[in-house]
């Protein structure tokens, strides 16, 4: 049995453990919120845009082979796959959810006898890929806690340059989808090629009766120059989402540490009444037999 010294002791570290935890789910909390107001500054903007491509393609009747975004490549030989992780950990399962379902894309088409560059944004995901042995073709890494616009396009940039050469011929996007600060959801998206059932979800039925504008330039020309930033602004969006919900798991995961903590004090202290209990009766039942020593 410890001592009641070494309970003591014991009980002061786990407080302080707790102050670290609860610290950590106050800052969590504190970044979630601004998290959350950027991902609802963008979102308007991301279904705007939406919006207009669907009502171009619908306007134009877009032959997608006409432009390379829009394309489907006949055979599969090669894949990019970018998952979205965190530079920091603490954050319960956000990052291994996203690895293991990346890794998992990864493992079926090298089953199907497809090549696969793995892009990975975060330390994290950049360590785990490393560890287990996955060849890693390009790693953005220390960007996730000041992400810009410009990072996205970085990212996009040479993925589509790569895409519209040929030399890949789909690129997956595996994030954490934001919901609540308690519910993420790994997201593994086909970002290329556009995917034709978007241009419909986020087009009305009637968008060719008020397309009736003068285009300058053409409107195949704006369509073009709208594909690659449409790509840019779902990269950034999903990042944001990744953001909010990084910082979501490590707020409800600090939180269940400070409650297992607060629990772990309560047991030690328990027992350290109980040693304390112990010792006394101890003591008393050395006098009391000293006692009787001496009136015997």
Same mark, same amino acid.
């Given at each position: 049995?410890?001592?009641?010294?070494?309970?003591? &002791?014991?009980?002061?570290?786990? +407080?302080?453990?707790?102050?670290?935890? !609860?610290?950590?789910?106050?800052?969590?909390?504190?970044?979630?919120?601004?998290?959350?107001?950027?991902?609802?500054?963008?979102?308007?903007?991301?279904?705007?845009?939406?919006?207009?491509?669907?009502?171009?393609?619908?306007?134009?009747?877009?032959?997608?082979?006409?432009?390379?975004?829009?394309? !489907?490549?006949?055979?599969?030989?090669?894949?990019?796959?970018?998952?979205?992780?965190?530079?920091?950990?603490?954050?319960?399962?956000?990052?291994?959810?996203?690895?293991? &379902?990346?890794?998992?894309?990864?493992?079926?088409?090298? @089953? +199907?006898?497809?090549?696969?560059?793995?892009?990975?944004?975060?330390? =994290? $995901?950049?360590?785990?890929?490393?560890?287990?042995?996955? &060849?890693?073709? =390009?790693?953005?890494?220390?960007?996730?806690?000041?992400?810009?616009?410009?990072?996205?396009? @970085?990212?996009?940039?040479?993925?589509?340059?790569?895409?519209?050469?040929?030399?890949?011929?789909?690129?997956?996007?595996?994030?954490?989808?934001?919901?609540?600060?308690?519910? +993420?959801?790994?997201?593994? +998206?086909?970002?290329?090629?556009?995917?034709?059932?978007?241009?419909?979800?986020?087009?009305?039925?009637?968008?060719?009766?008020?397309?009736?504008?003068?285009?300058?330039?053409?409107?195949?020309?704006?369509?073009?120059?709208?594909?690659?930033?449409?790509?840019?602004?779902?990269?950034?969006?999903?990042?944001?989402?990744?953001?909010?919900?990084?910082? $979501?798991?490590?707020?409800?995961?600090?939180?269940?540490?400070?409650?297992?903590?607060?629990?772990?004090?309560?047991?030690?202290?328990?027992?350290?009444? %109980?040693? %304390?209990?112990?010792?006394?009766?101890?003591?008393?039942?050395?006098?009391?037999?000293?006692?009787?020593?001496?009136?015997?």
């Amino acid at each position: 049995m410890p001592s009641l010294r070494d309970i003591r &002791r014991r009980i002061v570290s786990v +407080q302080n453990t707790r102050k670290i935890t !609860k610290a950590m789910e106050m800052v969590a909390a504190a970044r979630l919120r601004r998290a959350q107001l950027r991902i609802e500054s963008t979102r308007p903007y991301a279904l705007d845009m939406l919006e207009f491509i669907g009502q171009l393609v619908r306007y134009l009747q877009v032959d997608p082979n006409e432009y390379p975004l829009l394309r !489907k490549h006949e055979e599969i030989k090669r894949v990019a796959v970018i998952a979205l992780t965190a530079d920091r950990g603490m954050c319960g399962a956000f990052n291994s959810n996203i690895m293991r &379902r990346a890794l998992e894309r990864v493992d079926s088409y090298a @089953a +199907q006898g497809i090549e696969s560059d793995l892009v990975i944004l975060g330390r =994290k $995901g950049f360590s785990t890929a490393r560890f287990q042995g996955y &060849r890693v073709d =390009k790693a953005y890494l220390d960007v996730t806690e000041q992400t810009a616009f410009l990072d996205a396009q @970085a990212i996009t940039e040479g993925v589509i340059r790569r895409y519209t050469n040929d030399i890949i011929d789909r690129v997956h996007l595996v994030y954490n989808r934001f919901k609540s600060p308690m519910e +993420q959801y790994v997201t593994d +998206q086909i970002l290329l090629p556009i995917q034709e059932e978007l241009t419909s979800l986020y087009c009305p039925l009637d968008a060719c009766e008020h397309m009736d504008f003068l285009f300058d330039p053409s409107p195949e020309a704006i369509l073009a120059d709208l594909l690659p930033s449409y790509v840019e602004i779902a990269v950034y969006r999903a990042i944001l989402e990744g953001m909010a919900s990084e910082h $979501g798991a490590r707020m409800t995961a600090m939180r269940a540490a400070s409650d297992a903590a607060s629990e772990m004090i309560d047991d030690l202290t328990l027992a350290m009444n %109980r040693v %304390r209990q112990a010792s006394i009766t101890r003591e008393i039942l050395e006098v009391v037999a000293g006692a009787d020593a001496l009136s015997g």
